[in-house]
Antibody, heavy 118, light 107 residues
Framework: QVQLQESGPGLVKPSETLSLTCTVSGGSISRFYWSWIRQPPGKGLEWIGYSDDSGSTNYNPSLKSRVTISLDTSKNQVSLRLTSVTVADTAVYHC????????????WGQGTLVTVST | DIQMTQSPSSLSASVGDRVIITCRASQNIRTYLNWYQQKPGKPPNLLIYAASTLQSGVPSRFSGSGSGTDFTLTIGSLQPEDFATYYCQQSYNYPFTFGQGTRLEIK
């Protein structure tokens, strides 16, 4: 059974870059699509974007200018970079797997809380 | 973006009740509609995909229906572990979008 685990700094200063890694175990990241989804405390879910092992990406237009998602198949990891963060980027960040480009999220990481603050 | 609107936003019900949650899309999304359950401190868990297909391991008291713009999630007989927040999500068009959530509470 595939397991996803997010990791990275829990505190980022405004204007800096948020960098997270999702380590996948129990299965290969190849032939799947991998998204990042975030959830501000007490609020709903926002899709950030996805990447696949061909390097194809698709990002939410609301974040597109600031986000990069990439895969490292040698390490079975998915990464997220979000530049120029503000307090509005404070959220729990989840990685999630979907079997196709227009499919459902069938496996999720537990999520990691990232707080943007001085 | 496709807007997803759930109703109600919150709901109180008792164990054994039949509960229906609705989700409306701002445009036709065919059957590209998925449902998730989320409990506090946990990630969302896939219940239903493609509007009506039950994810493996999900109890059969959960069912989904609909196509186009109107969808429903039905819980046939509420169990104590079903009290949670439920989200719909469209995967018809980018960006993927979620409903605002329906919080199901114990009456």
């Amino acid at each position: 059974q595939v397991q996803l685990q997010e990791s990275g700094p829990g505190l980022v200063k405004p204007s800096e870059t948020l960098s997270l890694t999702c380590t996948v175990s129990g299965g290969s990241i190849s032939r799947f699509y991998w998204s990042w989804i975030r959830q501000p405390p007490g609020k709903g879910l926002e899709w950030i974007g996805y990447s696949d092992d061909s390097g194809s990406t698709n990002y939410n237009p609301s974040l597109k200018s600031r986000v990069t998602i990439s895969l490292d198949t040698s390490k079975n990891q998915v990464s997220l970079r979000l530049t120029s963060v503000t307090v509005a980027d404070t959220a729990v960040y989840h990685c999630a797997r979907h079997p196709g480009s227009r499919n459902w999220f069938d496996s999720w990481g537990q999520g990691t809380l990232v707080t943007v603050s001085t | 973006d496709i807007q997803m609107t759930q109703s109600p936003s919150s709901l109180s019900a008792s164990v054994g009740d039949r509960v229906i949650i609705t989700c409306r899309a701002s445009q036709n999304i065919r059957t590209y509609l998925n449902w998730y359950q989320q409990k506090p401190g946990k990630p969302p868990n896939l219940l239903i995909y493609a509007a009506s297909t039950l994810q493996s391991g999900v109890p059969s008291r959960f069912s989904g229906s609909g196509s186009g713009t109107d969808f429903t999630l039905t819980i046939g007989s509420l169990q104590p572990e079903d009290f949670a927040t439920y989200y719909c999500q469209q995967s018809y068009n980018y960006p993927f979008t979620f409903g605002q959530g329906t919080r199901l509470e114990i009456k």
